[in-house]
């Protein structure tokens, strides 16, 4: 790995053109938070200059892993498989004695596991209808605790319908069968935006696809992000299983699939990535290039696919913001945009630094809530100048950083959200959450 990695960071000519599009040098003007300065102390490290000690530890840590300087440097630095190489040493050397090792364990130990998340969701529901709520916020609690107030101020609304609610194995088309799709489920996805699932299950329908969704688990997305690199293997290892397995009643396999289709922008860039995370495993490096290679975006299959189902007007203003994985991770832009200004009646409304980072960044905003609140304000305040009806992202943390920092008057929903109202002949109220009839 070290041979890889000096390659790798041998590309950087420290021109700067990564400074400006980085938030992390955003929020603190140190050059050791800027890609340029991370590669910098990666290489001393590298060289045997300077010791994987907890100030390196803590610049490399600090990463939001945006990517947004992997479209801003002129040289083609690879900096997204710099942080992913090097951050599995980082967790590996800093994880013992870092002060919220119990509250990573927690964070790590839930979010994968949509059982437990449902269970968490259970929680949730009880927490809010029964007072206790008010209670905690009142005591003064979560201001002594802020990771524990960043993870309450996030916790999606949800009910326990829609926290066990699930697809059905296998959903065909009205007429002819344009293609064959698998739907990634997700996580948090799944268990408290099982409204988008839906929505997207619904779009594909509507546009000619078969539908299939196998039973599946997490994709390892998280645990990759953040230096958990065993760890996303082992997910991954098990989500190339589910969609491998043969054919049965309501299942296809991968082989027969045109696309595995997901809806989190987070979960798509990992799991374009899955050939190069298991290229040394000799049972799945196979398999998992087959797998990456059939991973698209919901919105860029539904880009080339010719549209078939009626859409109907939506009177409304929407703010489109760039999921990081998304824009930078996946190169997927122009399709989200093209499709929602391809509904009669919707204006798609451009805020400032759109593709600029919200905070959210996987677990960051969780782990990191400071710096977290200061990129959700900023980004709040962009949307907010564009007085927009709607706002539209691809990736449910997103979702949350946006929604709790611009506030319940304004909407944020996932784009297929929006189509499928539109499909559908549904009516946006920017009052509320979700579409009504």
């Not at 929020?27 to 001393?44: A, F, K, M």
């Not at 609304?157 to 002819?176: D, M, N, Q, V």
């Not at 045109?258 to 990535?273: F, I, P, R, Y």
Request: one cysteine or more; a neutral charge.
């Amino acid at each position: 790995m070290g041979e890889n990695l000096d390659d790798l960071t041998s590309k950087c000519v420290h021109c700067g053109f990564c400074l400006p599009a980085c938030p992390t040098y955003a929020l603190t003007g140190d050059e050791n938070d800027s890609p340029r300065g991370r590669i910098h102390l990666i290489r001393q490290v590298l060289e045997g200059k300077a010791e994987l000690d907890d100030a390196v530890a803590e610049h490399v840590d600090s990463c939001l892993g945006c990517l947004s300087c992997v479209s801003a440097c002129p040289s083609g630095v690879e900096y997204d498989r710099i942080i992913e190489e090097f951050r599995p040493q980082v967790e590996q050397a800093y994880a013992q004695t870092r002060g919220d090792k119990a509250f990573r364990e927690l964070v790590f130990g839930l979010f994968p596991h949509p059982a437990r998340l449902r269970v968490a969701a259970l929680g949730a529901v009880a927490y809010r209808r029964t007072g206790a709520a008010a209670l905690v916020r009142s005591s003064g609690l979560l201001r002594r605790f802020p990771k524990l107030g960043a993870m309450e101020a996030l916790m999606p609304e949800t009910t326990l319908r829609k926290a066990w609610s699930s697809l059905p194995a296998s959903s065909r088309p009205a007429g002819e069968v344009r293609a064959t799709v698998a739907l990634v489920s997700g996580c948090v996805q799944r268990v408290f935006f099982g409204d988008v699932n839906a929505a997207t299950a619904r779009v594909l329908q509507a546009e000619g696809c078969h539908v299939v969704v196998p039973q599946q688990g997490c994709c390892g997305a998280l645990s990759l992000h953040a230096g958990r690199e065993q760890e996303a293997r082992q997910y991954a290892r098990r989500l190339i299983d589910a969609f491998r397995r043969p054919a049965s009643a309501g299942h296809v396999p991968l082989e027969e699939l045109d696309a595995v289709v997901v809806n989190v922008a987070g979960c798509g860039s990992t799991l374009k990535e899955y050939g190069e995370l298991l290229a040394d495993d000799p049972d799945y490096a196979g398999p998992a290039a087959e797998f990456a290679a059939k991973v698209r975006d919901v919105s860029e299959v539904l880009a080339d696919l010719e549209p078939h189902a009626e859409r109907h007007r939506i009177q409304a203003r929407v703010a489109y913001h760039d999921a990081c994985h998304l824009a930078h991770g996946q190169g997927v832009r122009a399709q989200p945009r093209k499709l929602l200004a391809d509904i009669p009646g919707l204006d798609v409304v451009e805020p400032a630094e759109a593709a600029f980072c919200c905070g959210s960044a996987g677990v960051h905003n969780l782990v990191r809530p400071e710096a977290a609140e200061e990129l959700g304000r900023r980004k709040a305040e962009r949307i907010r100048a564009t007085e927009p009806d709607l706002v539209a992202t691809g990736n449910p943390g997103c979702l949350l950083q946006i929604r709790r920092y611009l506030g319940d008057d304004t909407p944020v929903v996932h784009p297929v959200e929006i189509i499928d109202a539109s499909i559908r002949g549904l009516t946006l109220n920017p009052r509320r959450r979700r579409p009504t009839s």
